[in-house]
């Protein structure tokens, strides 16, 4: 788990890292992920499952309903003239 | 019943073994004499009248909008919340230590960790008589600080529990469960916070709950779990069982699950992949800490605030599950620990059809002090957690139980049940508990 | 030259994909909630209508449709998504390996799925130093996503199939809006052996001139000798070219997991008992088969209203179509708005009356098209049609009369001599009456002479 790839993966993930964190996270990784080529053993699959018990067709009917006031939730984040304020795009 | 609580004896308890980061404060609230009990919610349970920080720096001024079912649920059956208990950051870790607030202290011995993630919640059971505690689990975080903090702590099957106002870690892996001193207390409130909420699809295919009463006659105890624990917590639980056999005629096989060596990595992939979706949303806008400098590029502008508000634990499990789902090594990492989950729960199910329920140890130790976990790594760390992660990863329930002592700590055995079958470890704990002498923690004066 | 599209459509859901608020225009951030707003602790739940909309297009598409689907997590930080991840499809869409006949021609489908729209920025402030205001109302709207295969030759091509799958679509499911509000597209566009993607193209108009631009781009570089790059383009609406992408400051690693919180979905059963209406653009096809009519008129027909279709069908079942298509195309079209409010069995009734009155001489085509107006207004084609039949005849006779009275004495004794009349009223009237009318009209009004 080299620094360059921490890096990577640091900025995809938007975390700024100190060299020093650099350094740190880096030898955990190649610890943690040395530890869990235990999995290599394991059979894999083709088909996958994403929950531990079966969780099948549920469904919302299409019907509107509005329970929160929106001036409410407006009043919780930084607005200006009702729209949420946003960072420089480019 | 209308409950009593001496607010000066609950201020007093909670400055010295800080359990809650929120309390309530009753006398600028109005009287509220129809509660019949008091509880708690781990802070990553969303309550309207508290913050939800999920014991993370980064969502510091968060107050939801509405309430998390098990919270609403409890407060329609009479319960009194007390407040907010305080956890590892997001639920990432052991012994509630990754705190971004206070970090609770063991009831038994303050110089000790309560156990995490929910260890704010197990202090609170262990020294709050008449209280029954909220906690989540996603690796075991409800069992380990119930077992360092000698009290039971049951996690139910995934999806038993609505999941609606819990602030996400693992969104396969995390369930809401209860914490306390009795049994009992277990038994009355599971059926309360349990059941379909259409505002949580997961918990929506559940069978209904019935909790009754049966004899359990059969205990499997993988060989696997009895490698690399302490000697102390070895005997102790070997103790209990042979307490369980005698006194209760419950049998105890040995038995051997080799998949239960793929548990741990399994585990902290499934977690940390999911996690790190979970928390691209804090981002310095719409909820929690703001980024104030809207005239930084986006990427600065979330990075900045990211980075200093996460603690060293939330980013190396950031950078972990961000790696493990890239291209190139997703397929060997996330969809092989995906495939992992199903070997494990089918080789539970093939010891559950000879047995009514497996049995280990909780933990390898006792709660250890703060400055021994100072020294610990990071692999260290999560393989503590060897014991309660494989019922977590393939969701099936669990109990841990106080079974006997090491000095003054507590040490605690967990039982595990098939699928949806709560029941049988309410049968088993109460069976267990008429037994077995609780010991209290003293509590000062 | 190949042409691969990518397009997004809104589904007319009333309420969002994965929560209850309205899908309704709106002021900014009302129609929201903590699941649109990803706020910690919220929860998505499937909306049942998008996920059926979705497979009828799919459906609709000839695709082979996956018997189990389920969502995906799609991570990217921008600050229109609320969760910085997009719920979407990403190894299970909803259908595969589809197609779509354009005019004869294949387009293959690739894939469609559904997914969540993210919420509208507003730029605000000079170019290069812009700030977003964002507005959620539009985070959490379902999107049906459809990938063509790159089998498109020509822009005006691409253009006819994203306006034809529009018409379509608007008949299946309910598609609203205008074109250009509706469809929203990624372009991949080769002239060589190289790909250009341009994307984000709204509207039907913009995407033929992108494409167009592109063709010429293209087309000049490789005269020139030059190689083209693969690479993104965005559209300038304004200048009507397109320029290469703004650099991203990195390249995104979506790294896609499965969406747990939704589960899974079995959606083979559904589907394959779904019953697709007829659409506007099949059932020109088969009007043109059935009815041996052209391809031209049938579109004509189907997409001017499917009740004139309707009524082209009914009529067609006493009378010949090619006498049905000019008076349909013609009078009947000019009074649709008319027709279409107060059509009904009667109506039908009178105007096929109209028609066959009409081939076998009864009355002439300027009496039909008189006739079917009024028709349209309610009024009745009998009798009305006699009364103006009547005034404008004998006007003309009586001028006639008036002038040469010696026709009238003639005619007294000879017969013959009431011709010179009904030769010179047919000049007059100019073919508007039916001889035998005139006839007898001149042979009344004689005999009302003295």
């Not at chain 2, 102790?236 to 793929?262: C, D, N, Q, W």
């Not at chain 3, 009998?382 to 009238?408: G, M, W």
């Not at chain 3, 009431?418 to 010179?424: F, L, R």
Request: with cysteine.
């Amino acid at each position: 788990m080299d620094i360059e790839k921490v890096k990577r993966v640091a900025k995809v993930a938007r975390l700024e890292l100190t060299d020093e964190e650099l350094k740190k996270f880096a030898q955990d990784l190649e610890d943690i992920l040395n530890n869990f080529s235990v999995l290599d053993e394991a059979p894999g699959l083709t088909e996958y499952d994403f929950n531990p018990v079966p969780v099948n067709d549920v469904l919302r009917e299409d019907q509107v309903g509005q329970e929160f006031d929106p001036a409410m939730l407006r009043a919780m984040m930084d607005t200006y003239e009702d729209y949420v304020r946003g960072p420089k795009l480019s | 019943m209308s409950v009593s609580i001496d607010d000066a004896r609950l201020r007093a308890i909670n400055d010295k073994y800080r359990i809650f980061n929120q309390l309530i404060d009753r006398e600028s609230m109005e009287a509220d004499d129809s509660s019949s009990f008091t509880f708690s919610a781990k802070d990553n349970l969303c309550t309207r009248e508290f913050q939800a920080r999920a014991g993370s720096k980064i969502l510091e001024g968060y107050r939801p909008p509405f309430d998390a079912t098990p919270v609403r649920k409890l407060r329609e059956a009479g319960g009194l919340l007390l407040g907010k208990t305080n956890m590892d950051e997001f639920g990432f870790g052991t012994f509630s230590t990754n705190s971004g607030f206070d970090i609770p202290l063991n009831p038994f011995d303050t110089g000790r960790a309560c156990g995490g993630s929910s260890g704010g919640a197990a202090a609170a059971a262990a020294l709050i008589e008449g209280h029954v505690a909220l906690g989540v689990s996603t690796g075991g975080s409800i069992s380990a600080p119930a077992s360092f903090c000698g009290v039971f702590g049951l996690t139910p099957t995934y999806g038993r529990v609505s999941r609606y106002g819990l602030i996400d870690y693992g969104n396969s892996l995390d369930k809401v469960g209860l914490l306390s001193r009795s049994m009992g207390d277990i038994k009355m409130f599971l059926p309360v916070i349990s059941g379909s909420d259409p505002k949580d699809p997961t918990s929506c295919t559940q069978p209904r709950i019935q909790i009754s009463q049966r004899k359990i006659k059969r205990l499997a105890l993988p060989k696997e779990a009895l490698a690399n624990i302490s000697p102390e917590v070895e005997s102790t639980f070997r103790y209990a069982l042979e307490k369980m056999s005698l006194e209760l005629g419950i049998a105890v096989h040995e038995v051997s699950m080799p998949s239960l060596r793929f548990a741990m990595p399994a585990y902290y992939i499934l977690a940390t992949t999911e996690a790190s979706t979970n928390l691209a949303r804090y981002c310095g806008m719409r909820f929690g800490v703001p980024e104030k400098d809207v005239s930084q590029h986006f990427n600065d502008f979330f990075s900045g605030v990211r980075s200093e508000c996460f603690g060293q634990e939330a980013k190396r499990r950031i950078l972990l599950g961000t790696f493990c789902r890239m291209v190139g090594f997703r397929d060997k990492y996330y969809l092989k620990s995906l495939a992992v989950r199903q070997l494990i729960t089918k080789e539970y199910r093939s010891v559950f059809d000879e047995h009514d329920l497996i049995v280990t140890p909780t933990m390898p130790f006792v709660a250890p002090k703060f400055d021994e976990i100072a020294k610990m790594r990071p692999l260290e760390m999560y393989s503590a957690d060897f014991l309660t992660i494989p019922p977590n990863l393939t969701g099936l329930p669990h109990l841990s139980a106080p079974c006997g002592y090491v000095g003054p700590m507590p040490v605690g055995m967990q039982f595990v049940a098939p699928h949806w079958d709560e029941s049988g470890l309410i049968s088993m704990g109460e069976e267990w508990e008429r037994v077995f002498q609780l010991k209290t923690p003293e509590v000062m004066q | 030259m190949k042409i691969g599209l990518e397009m997004h459509f809104q589904l007319p859901t009333k309420s969002k994909l994965f929560c209850s608020c309205s899908t309704e225009g709106a002021e900014p951030n009302t129609h929201i909630c903590p699941t649109c707003l990803g706020f910690p602790g919220s929860r998505p739940a499937l909306n049942r209508k998008a996920l059926e909309y979705g497979l009828m297009i799919t459906k609709f598409l000839n695709c082979e449709i996956n018997e189990r689907i389920w969502f995906s997590r799609k991570t990217y930080f921008y600050p229109d998504l609320p969760k910085n991840f997009q719920i979407t499809m990403y190894e299970s869409p909803l259908g595969e390996h589809g197609y779509y006949d354009l005019n004869g021609k294949r387009i293959g489908i690739w894939r469609v799925h559904i997914e969540e729209d993210p919420g509208r920025i507003k730029r605000v402030g000079k170019s290069g130093d812009e700030v977003s205001l964002i507005d959620y109302n539009r985070s959490g709207v379902p999107l049906v996503e459809i990938v063509s295969a790159p089998d498109m030759s020509s822009p005006a091509e691409a253009r006819d199939f994203v306006a034809e799958l529009l018409v379509e679509l608007r008949h299946l499911v309910g598609l609203s809006a205008s074109d250009e509000q509706v469809a929203r597209c990624d372009a991949n566009i080769s002239v060589g052996e190289e790909r250009v993607e341009v994307k984000n193209i709204l509207g039907l108009k913009n995407l033929e001139r992108a494409l167009n631009y592109e063709v010429s781009r293209q087309t000049k570089m490789l005269a020139a000798g030059k190689e083209i790059i693969r690479e993104t383009r965005a559209f300038d609406e304004e200048r009507k070219v397109t320029m290469p992408a703004r650099k991203k400051e990195m390249e995104e690693e979506y790294g896609y997991i499965g969406e747990p919180d939704l589960g899974e979905y079995n959606v083979g059963e559904f589907t394959n008992g779904l019953v697709l209406p007829e659409t506007p653009i099949k059932r020109a096809a088969r009007l043109q088969r059935q009815y041996g009519i052209n391809a031209v008129t049938a579109k004509q027909i189907v997409i001017t209203s499917w009740g004139m279709a309707d009524l082209f069908e009914h009529l067609c079942e006493k009378i010949e179509p090619d006498k049905v298509v000019p008076k349909l195309l013609g009078p009947i079209t000019s009074n649709w708005t008319a027709i279409e409010q107060r059509l009904d069995d009667n109506m039908r009734a009178q105007i096929c009356r109209v028609i066959e009155n009409d081939i076998n001489g009864t009355i002439t085509d300027s009496e039909a098209r008189r006739a079917i107006a009024t028709i349209a207004e309610g009024g009745n084609h009998v009798a009305e049609e006699r009364t103006v039949v009547a005034d404008e005849l004998v006007i003309s006779i009586n001028e006639f009369l008036d002038a040469h009275p010696e026709t009238i004495k003639d005619a007294k004794s000879n017969p013959k001599a009431a011709n010179s009349v009904i030769g010179h009223v047919m000049k007059a009237t100019k073919g508007k009456f039916q001889s035998k009318e005139i006839v007898e009209a001149v042979k009344k009004e004689l005999e009302k002479r003295p």
